[in-house]
């Protein structure tokens, strides 16, 4: 018998990921710790997204064809009408900035292959830290 301790049924997580492997993999990771899991192929897929109905966390692609992580990072921190959101930035490729992300605005920078419980501790880290700046 599967029991969730702190279920956290309140928390939306939004992953981007223009390649529809990885968009299952994270999102099976999430669901299984209770979380609701929205997904975008793209990044301006993701923004519409993001302004209609604001996540709680975004798992964001740096790699992407049409917009890559970088640029949908800067424009949601541009955007002076969304709330806080964590951005923890997700990437194969040993070459991406994890420093023009960080000053971007992305809150942190996980490299690929995922290690789920990483990424498990990683939003549950960013979420304790958006809910303590709400409360």
Known sequence: MLI???FPSAYRILVVDDLVDNLVLLQI???TEGYEVETALS???ALAQITASPPDLILLDVRMPD?????????IRENTELPFIPILLVTANENASAVEG???GA?????????PDEIVARVKAFLR???NLIS
């Open 67 to 75: 917009m890559d992580g970088y640029e949908v990072t800067r424009r």
């Open 43 to 45: 990044g301006s897929l």
């Open 129 to 131: 830290l958006k809910e």
């Open 4 to 6: 969730l301790s702190n």
């Open 29 to 31: 990771i999430l669901e």
């Open 102 to 104: 960080l000053n971007l």
């Open 107 to 115: 809150n942190d920078f996980i490299r690929k292959p995922i290690d």
